[in-house]
């Protein structure tokens, strides 16, 4: 494993700096992790999978793209903690931290789906985690989206309104499972699960599922942070759905990315009583 540090000072510069530095990207391409730390103030690090190797191009743009957040979080650091030390020099400062993990959970000649997770703390109560899962192409860093997966994605279309659904009920099984007792399903309904809806900014970035083989892809799994379907202390939710659920409303250009079945089991089937309950037009 080979570990790049990079200084307190380069992260402190522009983020425009680090797309540029073209030597750096070349002495770190079978790296694995690369971490900064300004001690007492802020610590980040990225580890990459390692299979990303196989896909330099791509590799080596998720660097620039790592890189930038990462100059981004650090200036976050030093500047709070500046205004900290002038601004209310009584109070102690507990130290940022950003750890990101990018993992592969999908790749062919084509296509690869990456799982990108950050846990990090900059001030508060508790640390927090974001989600920002990646479907794209393998020769470069061209994210691709519902709207490219599916043929017709316009609000109540076929194909959204199927994810939808599968997506609601499962949801809502899980959370059943998940918060025992205290699983409350009409407050789920008219909170958590509320702004759900067959139209693409409804739903949560997606990775793709390997099926069986692992030579394709047999479903989605769409990501939800916290406080995207639950409170914090609920924490992520995994909802897998079955290529069954949207095979005919795929694109033309995504058919043979997809074939066969999921490994992930799922709670819930269509006709469940979780699904959602839709008003008639003009209630």
């Not at 790049?4 to 992260?11: H, N, T």
């Not at 510069?13 to 750096?24: D, K, R, Y």
């Amino acid at each position: 494993m080979k570990i790049l540090m990079i200084s307190a000072a380069l992260m402190a510069a522009a983020s425009t700096a680090f797309a540029q530095t073209e030597p750096l990207l070349e002495t770190v391409a079978s790296a694995e992790v690369i971490e900064n730390r300004f001690p007492g103030i802020y610590t980040v690090s990225i580890e990459m999978d390692h299979s990303l190797a196989d896909y330099p191009a791509l590799m080596n743009a998720l660097r620039v793209s790592e890189l930038d957040r990462m100059a981004a979080f650090a200036a976050l650091a030093l500047e709070d903690h500046r205004s900290l030390t002038e601004d209310a020099p009584d109070w102690s400062w507990n130290a940022y931290f950003s750890n990101t993990g990018i993992s592969v959970t999908f790749a062919n000649a084509e296509i690869v789906s990456l799982n990108r997770s950050t846990s990090y703390y900059t001030g508060g109560a508790h640390p927090n985690q974001s989600l920002d899962p990646v479907v794209t192409r393998a020769d470069r860093l061209a994210p691709v989206g519902l709207e490219d997966l599916l043929e017709d994605t316009a609000r109540d279309s076929p194909g959204l309104t199927a994810l939808f659904y599968a997506v609601y009920r499962e949801l809502m099984a899980m959370k059943r499972v998940r918060l025992g007792a205290d699983f409350d399903e009409t407050m789920e309904r008219e909170t958590w699960l509320a702004p759900l809806a067959a139209e693409l900014g409804a739903f949560p970035g997606f990775t793709l599922i390997p099926n069986a083989s692992g030579d394709t892809a047999g479903g989605l799994m769409f990501h939800f942070e916290p406080y995207a379907a639950g409170s914090y202390a609920e924490g992520v939710y995994n909802v897998p759905v079955p290529l069954s659920v949207f095979e005919e409303y795929l694109a033309e250009e995504w058919a043979d990315v997809f074939e066969g079945a999921s490994p992930h089991d799922v709670l819930t089937q269509a006709g469940d009583a979780l699904e959602p309950v839709i008003p008639a037009s003009g209630e």
